[in-house]
C-alpha cells in the first residue's frame, strides 16, 4: 500500500496550519521542509524542533522524509561544512523517526559541466553513506535540473557507483518537463529508474510553463504512473508539491484550495487504476 504525504508548507509557512490542513484532507504524513516564518528544517532550534514533534504526534502525522535541501550547493564550495549539515539531516530524521533524507547531487562551480565532475559527486556520495553505515535511513535523491542526476541514466549512474542500499531514487516526474521538456517521462525516464525507486513526488507541468498544473491536466504522465505503481504494488511514500501557485529552486507555493483540489485529484485518479493508498 502507498502512503500519502505532502509539502504542506506549500499551504502556509506555519506549522500548525500544514498540520491542521493534514488532518482535515485525511492525509497521514508530512515532508517537512518550510516552518513559521520560512525556515528550513534545518535550521530550526532545539525547542522549534520539540514543538513541531509535539504538534505531529497530538496529531498522529507521520514523517515520510525529511525535505532537506542537502546536495543543492556548487562543488567547489566546502565539502566539510555541508558534510556537517548532513550529520545534522541524520539527526532529524532520527528525531522525526523517518528512514528518508530526501537530497540532491549538486551543482557544478560556475561555467563548469555538471557532468565532468563524476567522481566528485561519488566521492561526495560515498561519505555520506559511510555515515549512515549502523543508521536505518536511506538517502533518496531527487532528479532536477543542473544537477548530476537530472537525468535518469546519470541518476542510475551514481546509485551503482555508490552500491549501497543507502542510497535510492525519488523520482519528480514534472522536474523532467521542467528542464527537458519531456512529455513521455513514464515512457522514457521511469523504466531506467524504476528498478531503484523508493520515494515518488507527486507534481504535474506542462512544457514551458511557468508554474505547475493540476495533477492529471501536465505533461508529466501523472495518472499513468499512478498505474506503473499500482501494477509493482509499490508501498513507498507518494508526496505532493503542486507548485500551483509558485514554483522555484528551493519550494513553492499552491494554497489551501488548490491543495485540496490537487490531493483529491490524486486520489480520484489512483483509484481509478487500482493504486491503494493510505
Same mark, same amino acid.
Given at each position: 500500500m502507498a502512503k500519502l504525504s505532502a509539502f504542506a508548507d506549500e %499551504?502556509?509557512? #506555519? =506549522? !500548525? &496550519?500544514?498540520?491542521? =490542513? *493534514? %488532518?482535515k484532507q485525511g492525509v497521514n504524513y508530512i515532508e517537512p521542509r518550510f516552518f513559521d516564518g520560512h525556515e528550513n528544517i534545518m535550521n530550526l532550534t532545539d525547542y522549534q *524542533? +520539540?514543538? !513541531? $514533534?509535539k504538534i505531529l504526534d497530538d496529531n498522529n502525522i507521520g514523517v515520510s522524509a525529511i525535505g532537506s535541501p542537502i546536495g543543492k550547493v556548487k562543488l567547489d564550495e566546502p565539502f566539510e561544512n555541508h558534510l556537517e549539515k548532513f550529520k545534522h539531516a541524520v539527526e532529524l530524521a532520527e528525531f522525526f523517526d523517518t528512514k528518508n533524507i530526501r537530497m540532491f547531487s549538486y551543482y557544478a562551480p560556475a561555467g563548469k559541466n555538471i557532468f565532468d565532475y563524476h567522481d566528485d559527486v561519488v566521492e561526495r556520495m560515498l561519505k555520506k553513506i559511510e555515515l549512515l553505515k549502523n543508521i536505518d535511513i536511506v538517502m533518496v535523491l #531527487?532528479?532536477? !535540473?543542473d544537477i548530476y542526476g537530472q537525468l535518469p541514466d546519470r541518476a542510475v549512474e551514481l546509485v551503482k557507483a555508490v552500491d549501497s542500499p543507502k542510497l535510492r531514487l525519488c523520482y519528480d516526474p514534472a522536474n523532467f518537463v521542467v528542464a527537458f &521538456? @519531456? @512529455?513521455d517521462n513514464v515512457q522514457s525516464c521511469w523504466p531506467i529508474m524504476k528498478p531503484y525507486v523508493s520515494h515518488i513526488h507527486i507534481k504535474d507541468w506542462k512544457v514551458a510553463s511557468p508554474l505547475g498544473s493540476m495533477p492529471g491536466q501536465g505533461d508529466a504522465q501523472i495518472k499513468l504512473l499512478l498505474k506503473e505503481l499500482a501494477g509493482m504494488n509499490y508501498v513507498g511514500f507518494v508526496t505532493m508539491e503542486p507548485h500551483l501557485q509558485k514554483g522555484g529552486q528551493f519550494g513553492g507555493v499552491t494554497g489551501p484550495e488548490l491543495f485540496a483540489q490537487a490531493?483529491?485529484? @490524486? $486520489? +480520484?485518479? !489512483?483509484q481509478d487504476v487500482g493504486l491503494i493508498m493510505e
Open positions: %499551504v502556509t509557512y #506555519e =506549522f !500548525a &496550519g500544514q498540520i491542521d =490542513f *493534514l %488532518v *524542533l +520539540r514543538e !513541531a $514533534k #531527487e532528479n532536477e !535540473a &521538456g @519531456t @512529455t490531493i483529491n485529484e @490524486t $486520489k +480520484r485518479m !489512483a
